[in-house]
T-cell receptor
């Protein structure tokens, strides 16, 4: 089975600074998707960014970008110009391209933004 | 469009009882997945339904079951509740099983005493 590992249970960042959240995964597949989800204290999970494994170019969404290293099975999230609203639990997730909507999630990183 | 809705939002049950949770997907979405979220285990996949058929199932005991109706609404049932079933149960919907994005509901917080 696929596994997703987030080794940083908690992170903190000063407002307006940059922070990087780490994620590694284990799979024998070559075609898959990777995601970062954000879960604010209200608990509604929100998609932050996604990456298709066949694309070499790293995905970017405004202040959020990823560093996708397929050979190393690493998928980190960089948040630039951190804002107070970025404070949340962040989950890294894996989805095979072939097995439907079965996502595998990491255990999450709790991000605190310091004013 | 309205988002994914889940009812009830909070539930307290006694060990040994059974519970049914409901999920209404985004209009037009036909795939519904369920996850259990606990502090120790994180999010774990329970099952996925599409066109009233279970397509995938996670590694949970048979006490956990679900179904999907013709309008794509889904329910999950947990029988003979155990203390360890206390968790946040999240539902997510997608247009199709092949869609790569899921949209999550707010969850149902189940407490078993």
């Amino acid at each position: 089975a696929q596994t997703v590992t987030q080794s940083q249970p908690e992170m903190s960042v000063q407002e307006a600074e940059t922070v990087t959240l780490s994620c590694t995964y284990d799979t024998s597949e070559s075609d898959y998707y990777l995601f970062w989800y954000k879960q604010p204290p209200s608990r509604q999970m929100i998609l932050v960014i996604r990456q298709e494994a066949y694309k070499q170019q790293n995905a970017t969404e405004n202040r959020f970008s990823v560093n996708f290293q397929k050979a190393a099975k690493s998928f980190s999230l960089k948040i630039s110009d951190s804002q107070l609203g970025d404070a949340a639990m962040y989950f890294c997730a894996y989805r095979s391209r072939n097995t439907g909507n079965q996502f595998y999630f990491g255990t999450g990183t709790s991000l605190t933004v310091i004013p | 469009k309205a988002g994914v809705t889940q009812t009830p939002r909070y539930l307290i049950k006694t060990r040994g009882q059974q519970v049914t949770l409901s999920c209404s997907p985004i209009s037009g979405h036909r795939s519904v997945s369920w996850y259990q979220q606990t502090p120790g285990q994180g999010l774990q996949f329970l099952f996925e339904y599409f066109s009233e058929t279970q397509r995938n199932k996670g590694n949970f005991p048979g006490r956990f079951s679900g179904r999907q109706f013709s309008n794509s609404r889904s329910e999950m049932n947990v029988s003979t509740l155990e203390l360890g079933d206390s968790a946040l149960y999240l539902c997510a919907s997608s247009p199709q099983p092949t869609s790569y994005e899921q949209y999550f509901g707010p969850g149902t917080r189940l407490t078993v005493t």
